[in-house]
């Protein structure tokens, strides 16, 4: 493995993402969204007292979860239909890099620019501490463990929108496919709430619940089930995506 | 890189290729990781965390047991009870199996385990199952809440959840404890546990022990004068004709040097000649007859029926204080005043309402209350002895429990189905009279209930850093780099 491959590629994919003007339009509507979240949550919190804190209510807000679905989607939709387009895919492959150094770059930065659209919500409970001069109270454990949710969500949506776009050189085509598939992903497990499938076929669709998995995290319960499933099922779409790659370099 | 150009074909079967095997390990992997899990809890009471007592009897389950988790999800504590049944199945590994019946959208399956298990269908419960023996968890005795928003209009909030305690001692039972065996007596025309007779059959009322893990048995001591090594309790139910001298002698014996567990219930003008043995426990059952009177339309009409409140303080009333008790039939008792050398006082347990007289000339025509010749309401319908307890209510293991009910026609089939209450009576009665609640020491677990006090200043203030300094700031940083950029 070349590190240093994969180092100069990233900071490219990097440069590229967050010096886009979009980027920070992103970046400013995804806090908008995040900060009124929080904000309803502060609201509630200090109307009646709850069983919950302050952010385990930030992170029941349906709000969030959907801001979810849709981010990803953006996010991907350039990695590889916009080289398609413009022809640097050519430049890049001819480049002595490997197929797959090329996929873990971009889906790296991708996830980078995640982690860095949610940084600033770490400090929604600091900046409450030093506002409000009363300290939140904090539950640290099921917090952390929605962060992780977070995370893993991104790692799935990332690499099935990363999948997307190398499939295709029209970035509309690549968000609206990427949205659609999210959503499905999404919306499979809640089947089990609408039907009532009988036992294997719930077991399969409450194991791959997102909604399910939120729910467990939410409340502070870490399951290996859950774990797995988000990086074995990112890996393998990393994996057919750099498959699909490899085609392209074949047939270009 | 490969020098030589492969042809489409290949390609493309490779990577459908890959995508397959692909397939086929994610598969795999996943179906490994659903067989071998585990969860870590992280929360910082540990409120999803099974106790070891638990984790240890889960490791040591022998036999499979499956829980039903028979509950609608709209009820308050759905989301509980699953965490928590998720638990054990995690814990217990291939020995717990686990269904999940939602009564409103699983109705076939619904009805079937109401069948099975002889159950209206519609009340929230687990049930634990090995083998033959079963027992019911009721949703409401999992959680103690709190009401005390409902007058503002805030929903009623989980105090303690005991479901933990609950299914765990309910599991004991199943896969440990022998059913016990509670004998009803025979021979003196009491109710009998297989007749469907709506007014005099205790079909109903067996079937509910049964629920509770109880085997109901009969016993005839005419036959042989010998109460069974085995039995649990002894239920006498409503006997119209009198005992003989040996079998006194034999229930008296059991009572006293075996601290026996007695559940009788009595009809009016039945001479039991039982009244000795019950005096010895400071308990008269007076020779009345409960009556009520209405008036209607100038016609004065009798009420046999008595309606009566709980009264506290005892573990068979408290569950289902506030509720009324119907005593059908009945006849008043009386608790006598203490004797020398006896041991625990009777404690009443419900009380008929004012209006009703107990009344003695009950064989006569023409029957209203009399002042000095009948007993004046609220007449007491219900009393509970236990010789082990001594004074404040500090309980000495060990004591001869009774428990002596006015009515016997109350528990029968039709009125058992009629008034919810009436099951719950005798099913509190007879647990009480078994020490049926095992002591498992399993702490219930509490919320953490969470406030904030911000005033209008702070909370707008707070508002304005988040919503609009910190996604303002993100926009201006953009800006800074488009003109960097530019320039």
Request: charged share 20%; hydrophobic share 45%.
């Amino acid at each position: 493995m070349n590190f240093n491959t994969i180092r100069v590629i990233l900071q490219r994919e990097l440069r590229s993402l967050f010096l886009s003007p979009i980027a920070y339009m992103l970046a400013f509507f995804y806090l908008l969204i995040t900060g009124f979240t929080f904000m309803i949550s502060v609201q509630a919190l200090n109307e009646s007292p709850r069983d919950f804190t302050v952010m385990e209510i930030f992170f029941q807000n349906f709000f969030i979860w959907i801001a979810q679905l849709f981010i990803m989607p953006v996010l991907t939709m350039r990695s590889f239909s916009e080289e398609y387009r413009l022809g640097t895919f050519e430049g890049l492959m001819t480049a002595p890099v490997r197929d797959w150094e090329v996929v873990l770059a971009k889906y790296l930065a991708v996830l980078a620019f995640y982690v860095a659209l949610w940084a600033p919500t770490v400090l929604y409970q600091f900046i409450f501490q030093i506002v409000a001069v009363t300290p939140t109270p904090l539950s640290n454990g099921p917090v952390w463990c929605n962060y992780a949710m977070v995370l893993m969500m991104g790692m799935l949506y990332a690499a099935l929108g990363l999948m997307i776009s190398s499939l295709t050189h029209n970035q509309i085509v690549a968000v609206l496919v990427s949205l659609v598939s999210t959503c499905m992903v999404f919306f499979l497990g809640l089947l089990n709430f609408f039907f009532n499938p009988p036992g294997a076929i719930r077991d399969v669709l409450s194991y791959i619940s997102v909604f399910e998995h939120m729910e467990q995290f939410g409340q502070g319960i870490v399951n290996t089930r859950a774990l797995v499933f988000y990086a074995s099922a990112s890996f393998m779409l990393l994996l057919v995506t750099q498959k699909i790659i490899e085609s392209k370099r074949w047939r270009a | 890189m490969s020098d030589k150009q492969p042809s489409r074909i290949i390609i493309g079967s490779s990577v459908v290729l890959t995508v397959i095997f692909s397939a086929i390990l994610l598969v795999f992997v996943n179906y490994l990781s659903w067989r071998h899990y585990k969860t870590f809890d992280l929360t910082e009471n540990k409120m999803f965390t099974l106790s070891d007592k638990t984790v240890n009897l889960l490791k040591g389950l022998d036999h499979p047991v499956k829980l039903y988790f028979f509950f609608n999800p709209e009820h308050g504590l759905y989301s509980w009870v699953d965490k928590l049944l998720r638990q054990y199945r995690e814990k217990g590994g291939d020995k717990i199996e686990f269904e999940v019946v939602d009564p409103q959208r699983d109705l076939v399956r619904a009805q079937e385990l109401a069948k099975r298990y002889r159950f209206t269908g519609e009340d929230n419960m687990v049930i634990v199952e090995s083998g033959e023996r079963h027992k019911f968890i009721e949703a409401q005795s999992m959680a103690e809440m709190d009401m005390s928003g409902m007058m503002t209009g805030q929903p009623a909030r989980i105090k303690a959840f005991r479901g933990e305690e609950k299914i765990t001692s309910a599991l004991l039972e199943v896969v440990e404890g022998e059913s016990r065996k509670v004998y009803f007596t025979l021979g003196h025309g009491e109710g009998d546990i297989t007749s469907q007779d709506p007014k005099s059959g205790y079909f109903e009322a067996a079937e509910k022990l049964k629920r509770i893990n109880i085997s109901p048995m009969t016993l005839n001591l005419v036959q042989k004068p010998e109460i069974p090594a085995d039995a649990a309790a002894l239920v006498i139910a409503g006997p119209l004709s009198p005992f003989q001298p040996d079998e006194i002698k034999v229930i008296e014996d059991y009572l006293k040097n075996r601290k026996g567990k007695l559940f009788i219930a009595l009809h009016p003008g039945a001479k039991s000649a039982l009244d000795d043995l019950l005096a010895q426990y400071g308990i008269r059952a007076d020779d009345t007859m409960a009556l009520g009177a209405v008036n209607l339309l100038g016609v004065t009409k009798l009420l046999g029926s008595v309606p009566a409140g709980m009264l506290g303080k005892h573990p068979i009333t408290d569950p289902i204080l506030g509720q009324s008790l119907v005593f059908t039939n009945a006849r008043s008792l009386t608790v006598l005043p203490p004797a020398e050398g006896q041991k625990g006082r009777p404690v009443e347990l419900a009380k008929g309402i004012e209006a009703f007289w107990g009344e003695t000339a009950y064989d006569k025509d023409n029957m209203e209350f009399t002042e000095g010749k009948d007993l004046q309401g609220p007449l007491t319908l219900a009393v509970a002895v236990d010789t082990g307890t001594v004074g404040d209510g500090n309980v000495e293991l060990g004591g001869t429990r009774i428990v002596v009910s006015g009515s016997a026609t109350m528990f029968a089939n039709a009125p058992m189905m009629q008034y919810p209450m009436s099951p719950d009576f005798f099913m509190n009665s007879v647990s009480w009279i078994l020490r049926n609640e095992k002591q498992l020491g399993i702490e219930p677990k509490v919320p953490k209930q969470y406030s904030l006090g911000l005033s209008p200043s702070q909370f707008w203030m707070l508002g304005g850093v988040i919503c609009l300094l910190l996604p303002a700031s993100i926009l201006l940083g953009g800006v800074a780099v488009w003109l960097k950029r530019r320039g």
